[in-house]
């Protein structure tokens, strides 16, 4: 799955070349920066709003979408793309969600170690050794150990840092003397958090796309300052997309079934209902009732889970009628109170996601470039648990000696020739690389 990349050996050669030319020292690895924008829809990037995306957009290897994976929120996704595993796999299946005594977990240690011999890249790739050191900043699930290892560089979560001063950062792990990083997992909370709480059509959430935009110019003008446009490999995708909420397309599901017979954990469309003991039977009846009747929403009990999702499979499911909300659709709970607190029911009107991944709105953005890929290459969509077997092969990772749901085959595709493992490869990669680093510093 990962296979051997001869590519890097390759890569090591061209990198002695480039550090003799008198630009920062670097790994003798290929570098790959994977950066995620939390909640940026396909359809943010516009050539007047986002200049600098719509061009890296088109200069890189890029499919008109990435698939993201059910449900179709953070955490969920951001441990996908970090272990190449479905959720009922890893075990996040929500930002919030029950743990095994039934009370609501959030951001811990036990919510991201469902199952212990599930590694995440940044893990997996120091385990390969060789002068191999990752960088995570502020990743969603980075801040636990996993089998007691953690990143040799790492930021946790602090949303009051600059994102120039995380790109700074990022830069330093990329330069440093002893453990410089060949690979780095950076996260940017917005513009997913206004969107939420404004929309993602207000003026507000546009401020924090063009801040999005102007972030990555910052990140092309760092690479360049250091002359490593052609040694990193930049990743620029998200999560998930958004869907805009209105006040008159809230359940209230209080309405319907006595919440006095069962415990929930509800956030936007995703609803997790347990009922008290006997009456899983009455609750799970009366919840169909009012899906049926409303056409709002769906309900599973576990075994019903559509298989597509990679979700049923799991555990924490045990016990637990699952809602899925139609596109458009929320239920009710106190964190819209708080949202309409500051409004009127009139003028309410949010961002959710957490829909079906098939849903268009819940598409994500993908676009690589750097030496491992094609340039101005339309690729085909494809899903984002097979970002981690990519990244296994750029940067010439083992197979994990657990194995993983994404796969080559959809992501092949966005590799440059100096990538496939064909046997012409290796040569036209140098030939390539060196013939590029000459030409590069006169554009
Ligand atoms: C978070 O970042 C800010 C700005 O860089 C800094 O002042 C603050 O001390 C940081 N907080 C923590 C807990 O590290
Ligand atoms: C339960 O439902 C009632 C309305 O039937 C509501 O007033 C109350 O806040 C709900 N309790 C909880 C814990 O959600
Ligand atoms: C379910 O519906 C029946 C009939 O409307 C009602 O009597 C019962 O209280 C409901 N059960 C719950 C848990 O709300
Ligand atoms: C809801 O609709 C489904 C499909 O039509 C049906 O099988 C089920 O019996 C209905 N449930 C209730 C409680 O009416
Ligand atoms: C469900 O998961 C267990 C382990 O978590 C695995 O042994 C089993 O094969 C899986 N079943 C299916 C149908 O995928
Ligand atoms: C609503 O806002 C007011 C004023 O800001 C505040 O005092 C109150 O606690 C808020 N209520 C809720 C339910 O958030
Ligand atoms: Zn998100």
């Not at 995306?53 to 008109?64: E, G, I, L, N, V």
């Not at 546009?206 to 930049?234: C, F, G, S």
């Not at 954990?265 to 008290?276: V, Y």
């Not at 595709?413 to 680093?437: D, R, Y």
Request: charged share 20%; glycine share 6%.
């Amino acid at each position: 799955m990962c296979g051997p990349a001869g590519a890097a050996a390759v890569k090591s050669l061209v990198a002695v070349f480039v550090a003799a030319a008198g630009v920062a020292a670097v790994t003798r690895h290929p570098v790959t920066v994977v950066v995620s924008f939390d909640g940026f829809r396909l359809d943010y990037i516009k050539a007047n709003w986002t200049p600098n995306m719509a061009r890296f957009q088109k200069a890189s290897a890029a499919p008109p979408y990435m698939r993201s994976t059910f449900p179709t929120k953070t955490f969920v996704n951001h441990f996908t793309m970090a272990t190449g595993l479905y959720s009922e796999k890893h075990g996040v299946l929500d930002n919030y969600m029950f743990d095994k005594h039934y009370d609501k977990m959030h951001y811990t240690y036990e919510q991201f170690h469902y199952d212990d011999s599930v590694v995440p890249i940044w893990i997996h790739n120091e385990i390969n050794g060789n002068g191999r050191y990752s960088g995570v900043m502020m990743w969603p699930g980075s801040e636990f150990p996993y089998q007691d290892k953690y990143p040799t560089h790492i930021q946790k979560y602090n949303k009051s840092m600059l994102w120039t001063d995380r790109v700074d950062i990022i830069m330093s792990w990329i330069k440093d003397e002893n453990k410089p990083a060949n690979l780095v997992y950076a996260y940017f909370e917005e513009p997913d958090s206004t969107a939420h709480l404004k929309g993602p059509d207000s003026q507000e959430t546009r401020n924090q796309i063009v801040r999005a935009d102007a972030t990555l110019k910052y990140i092309l003008d760092q690479i360049k300052h250091e002359k490593l446009e052609n040694k990193i490999n930049l990743i620029i995708l998200s999560d998930h997309g958004m869907d805009t909420v209105t006040y008159d397309r809230m359940i209230h599901l209080d309405e319907y079934v006595s919440n006095t017979t069962y415990k929930s954990i509800i956030s936007g469309p995703n609803a997790f209902i347990h009922p008290n003991p006997n009456k899983f039977d009455e609750v799970y009846k009366n919840l169909s009732k009012v899906a049926n009747t409303s056409r709002t929403f769906n309900v599973f009990k576990q075994n019903q889970l559509p298989d597509r999702w990679h979700m049923k499979n799991n555990t924490r499911l045990i016990d637990i009628i699952y809602l899925l909300a139609k596109p458009e659709y929320a239920f009710w709970d106190t964190y819209f109170e708080f949202i309409l607190n500051g409004t009127t029911k009139e003028k309410f009107k949010i961002g959710v996601h957490g829909y079906d991944n098939e849903e268009p709105q819940m598409r994500t953005i993908f676009m690589a470039s750097g030496p491992a890929f094609k340039k101005s290459y339309s690729a085909m969509q494809f899903d984002n648990v097979d970002l981690y077997p990519l990244i296994c092969r750029i940067e010439g990772l083992t197979e994990p000696s657990r194995r993983i749901d994404g796969t080559m085959q959809g992501v092949e595709q966005l590799l440059s020739v100096g990538n496939a493992p064909t046997f012409m490869g290796p040569i036209l990669g140098i030939l390539s690389a060196l013939l590029l680093h000459t030409i590069a510093p006169s554009l």
